[in-house]
């Protein structure tokens, strides 16, 4: 067992609300007064935008208020920084997405609370939201882990972990109770060393060459 000292672990920082820009998309830090009314009415206008809760810990909701409260509360966690993603172009709120289970301790973090309109999924706003999240944590603040987690049920989900280059670890059984329901969770990570080799996949797929599937070019 080598149990070496790791000396970059001191300079890991908990990472800050930020706004990135990407080509298709951007982030900004959740504001709860400006962003809740956009952000409730694309999560419940009708059926088919309700049945994005289905896997998510919490929601649909009721009411406006509701869906407010959560959003505060969840906002408030110390070990979270939740972004509103948002169409580059014209602005259009597409969805959320946080950094969540933040242990800079550990230079570890997982993305996760991911969430989009209908109209925003199988786009590639997705795949940038986790580019510029992932390239901030490995880059910025030199992370060595990042994690995905689901509902073991969640089979879009767990393929998007996949298609991103997050490696499968295995499935913790019985793991919560999520809305009066047993949840066997499927984990996932990806890893610093991991990084570089995904970067320059998720890059070309993004901004080169998407007529070839990300998961071919992190292959």
């Given at each position: 067992m080598n149990d070496t000292p790791l000396p970059h672990l001191s300079s890991c920082q908990h990472p800050k609300p930020?706004?990135?820009t990407g080509h298709f998309i951007t982030l900004t830090p959740l504001d709860v007064a400006n962003d809740i009314v956009e952000l409730f009415a694309?999560?419940?206008a009708d059926d088919e935008a309700r049945?994005?809760?289905r896997y998510l810990p919490m929601g649909p909701f009721a009411t406006q208020e509701e869906y407010r409260a959560f959003l505060l509360n969840w906002q408030a966690k110390p070990d979270v920084i939740a972004?509103?993603?948002?169409?580059?172009?014209?602005?259009?709120?597409?969805?959320?997405i946080s950094l969540m289970s933040i242990r800079a301790e550990h230079g570890v973090a997982e993305l996760g609370n991911i969430w989009y309109a209908p109209s925003a999924q199988r786009t590639k706003a997705n795949t940038?939201?986790?580019y510029l999240l992932l390239r901030y944590c490995f880059e910025k603040l030199g992370y060595r882990r990042m994690e995905w987690k689901c509902n073991a049920q969640n089979e879009p989900s767990q393929r998007a972990a996949k298609r991103l280059g997050f490696s499968f670890e295995g499935i913790f059984r019985q793991h919560m109770i999520v809305k009066g329901e047993n949840r066997d969770t499927a984990w996932f990570s990806m890893l610093d060393h991991e990084w570089p080799r995904i970067?320059?996949?998720m890059k070309r797929w993004?901004?080169?060459?998407?007529?070839v599937s990300l998961s071919a070019f992190n292959l």
């Open positions: 930020e706004a990135y694309i999560s419940h049945k994005l809760w972004s509103t993603v948002r169409d580059a172009s014209t602005r259009r709120c597409l969805g959320s940038e939201a986790c970067s320059l996949a993004l901004y080169e060459d998407d007529s």
